[in-house]
């Protein structure tokens, strides 16, 4: 997916921003854990895994492209017109749920349809409730939004009765259709891609040598495979050591992250240097804690966050407030795909088998944007549809 070796002002810039990641990093080899240097300091300590190293660097510079051409769908039905869908979101306090509920409904203003968008609030009641009032409302298909399609067993069973197509977003474990539960498709990155990418920055930018805190939620699937995946990844670098995995529900990441932020601190103090989250609100979360240690926004620790590079996380980044990195999700490209996918359904063909490639975004190659927004899917998709 990554066919043009010519070396573009992006390529250069990319490379610029993992050659600063990599001096940032290994300033920690070579002083006292957990030392406030900045990242124009020089490198003095050794290498923790050499081989994984050098593998992960390479993996962490083409990750850090901006000018990957549009590798998607160029053909497919035209519009069918006159549809409806029913967004069910895990909840909309999760910033990539919202995201590509968002990029739903500019598709389907685009292709012409409606869209409802129904919130679970984050809680299993919640949930179950807002998959019934979604069925209840016979709309052409159902988006499920984050959340686990066995959760609301009975709800997926009375919309398959109906015939409702149901696509997920994020809502099982790999992307493109699934039998058990039927979905018509599941549109994500793949996670292996992205939980392993984000394993790999910390091994670039750290040279090898990191005490390494993993955020997730177990409570979701989809959730817990990725931090799972994080942590093989973490333990192919024998310098890089896991400190602590901490399960904190998204639901209640911004009561609970503080404190536990805090306990962490004060049980590792410096030798905490890196964090991986499964998602980046727990980041927007955990700086009131940094700040009240007296930590440094631009770190240690340094902050990647595996999904799913909203708003509030490139403003974290650009401005170098408690977060280096992020794995964003094309949320509003996914939106698309999901309105894409639907419109195939309805037309009695397969999925597109589209899989958007993974990305790290940083305050040296997001150009001061707010969301990883790839070029060309916008203008293909409106040529498939004729719109």
Same mark, same amino acid.
Not at 43 to 61: D, F, I, R
Not at 211 to 223: N, Q, Y
Not at 277 to 287: C, V
């Given at each position: %997916?990554?066919?043009?070796?010519?070396?573009?002002?992006?390529?250069?810039?990319?490379?610029?921003?993992?050659?600063?990641?990599?001096?940032?990093?290994?300033?920690?080899?070579?002083?006292?854990?957990?030392?406030?240097?900045?990242?124009?300091?020089?490198?003095?300590?050794?290498?923790?895994?050499?081989?994984?190293?050098?593998?992960?660097?390479?993996?962490?510079?083409?990750?850090?492209?901006?000018?990957?051409?549009?590798?998607?769908?160029?053909?497919?039905?035209?519009?069918?017109?006159?549809?409806?869908?029913?967004?069910?979101?895990?909840? %909309?306090?999760?910033?990539?749920?919202?995201?590509?509920?968002?990029?739903?409904?500019?598709?389907?203003?685009?292709?012409?349809?409606?869209?409802?968008?129904?919130?679970?609030?984050?809680?299993?009641?919640?949930?179950?409730?807002? %998959?019934?009032?979604?069925?209840?409302?016979?709309?052409?298909?159902?988006?499920?939004?984050?959340?686990?399609?066995?959760?609301?067993?009975?709800?997926?069973?009375?919309?398959?009765?109906?015939?409702?197509?149901?696509?997920?977003?994020?809502?099982?474990?790999?992307?493109?259709?699934?039998?058990?539960?039927?979905?018509?498709?599941?549109?994500?990155?793949?996670?292996?891609?992205?939980?392993?990418?984000?394993?790999?920055?910390?091994?670039?930018?750290?040279?090898?040598?990191?005490?390494?805190?993993?955020?997730?939620?177990?409570?979701?699937?989809?959730?817990?495979?990725?931090?799972?995946?994080?942590?093989?990844?973490?333990?192919?670098?024998?310098?890089?050591?896991?400190?602590?995995?901490?399960?904190?529900?998204?639901?209640?990441?911004?009561?609970?992250?503080?404190?536990?932020?805090?306990?962490?601190?004060?049980?590792?103090?410096?030798?905490?240097?890196?964090?991986?989250?499964?998602?980046?609100?727990?980041?927007?979360?955990?700086?009131?804690?940094?700040?009240?240690?007296?930590?440094?926004?631009?770190?240690?620790?340094?902050?990647?966050?595996?999904?799913?590079?909203?708003?509030?996380?490139?403003?974290?980044?650009?401005?170098?407030?408690?977060?280096?990195?992020?794995?964003?999700?094309?949320?509003?490209?996914?939106?698309?795909?999901?309105?894409?996918?639907?419109?195939?359904?309805?037309?009695?063909?397969?999925?597109?088998?589209?899989?958007?490639?993974?990305?790290?975004?940083?305050?040296?190659?997001?150009?001061?944007?707010?969301?990883?927004?790839?070029?060309?899917?916008?203008?293909?998709?409106?040529?498939?549809?004729?719109?």
């Amino acid at each position: %997916m990554h066919r043009d070796n010519k070396t573009a002002p992006a390529v250069l810039k990319a490379r610029s921003a993992a050659t600063a990641l990599l001096a940032a990093a290994t300033v920690l080899a070579g002083c006292e854990r957990g030392s406030s240097s900045g990242p124009g300091d020089s490198p003095s300590g050794p290498n923790g895994c050499p081989a994984v190293h050098a593998g992960a660097q390479a993996a962490v510079s083409r990750a850090e492209r901006t000018d990957v051409p549009w590798n998607g769908p160029t053909s497919g039905p035209t519009a069918v017109p006159g549809r409806t869908i029913a967004y069910v979101a895990q909840t %909309m306090t999760n910033p990539g749920v919202a995201g590509a509920a968002d990029g739903v409904r500019e598709a389907a203003r685009v292709i012409g349809w409606n869209v409802r968008v129904i919130d679970g609030g984050g809680t299993p009641a919640g949930i179950q409730a807002a %998959m019934s009032d979604a069925v209840a409302l016979r709309p052409s298909g159902i988006v499920i939004g984050g959340f686990d399609p066995d959760s609301t067993s009975q709800q997926v069973a009375r919309a398959n009765a109906a015939r409702i197509p149901l696509i997920g977003w994020h809502a099982v474990a790999a992307p493109g259709p699934s039998r058990r539960p039927e979905l018509f498709t599941n549109v994500t990155t793949r996670v292996e891609d992205v939980a392993g990418v984000s394993a790999q920055w910390v091994i670039s930018s750290s040279r090898g040598n990191a005490g390494v805190v993993v955020f997730t939620d177990a409570s979701i699937p989809f959730a817990r495979n990725k931090s799972e995946l994080i942590r093989q990844e973490l333990a192919t670098c024998s310098g890089v050591k896991l400190l602590a995995y901490e399960n904190i529900p998204i639901p209640d990441a911004s009561s609970r992250t503080p404190r536990e932020v805090a306990s962490l601190l004060s049980r590792f103090q410096d030798r905490w240097t890196h964090s991986v989250a499964i998602n980046d609100l727990y980041f927007a979360d955990a700086a009131p804690a940094f700040r009240a240690a007296g930590k440094q926004g631009s770190g240690p620790p340094f902050n990647i966050g595996a999904g799913d590079g909203d708003p509030s996380a490139f403003q974290r980044i650009n401005s170098r407030q408690y977060q280096a990195a992020t794995v964003p999700e094309p949320l509003s490209l996914q939106g698309w795909q999901i309105v894409d996918e639907f419109n195939r359904a309805f037309s009695g063909r397969p999925a597109s088998g589209y899989v958007s490639p993974v990305h790290i975004a940083t305050s040296d190659n997001s150009d001061g944007d707010t969301a990883w927004d790839p070029p060309g899917y916008r203008e293909a998709y409106r040529k498939i549809w004729g719109r």
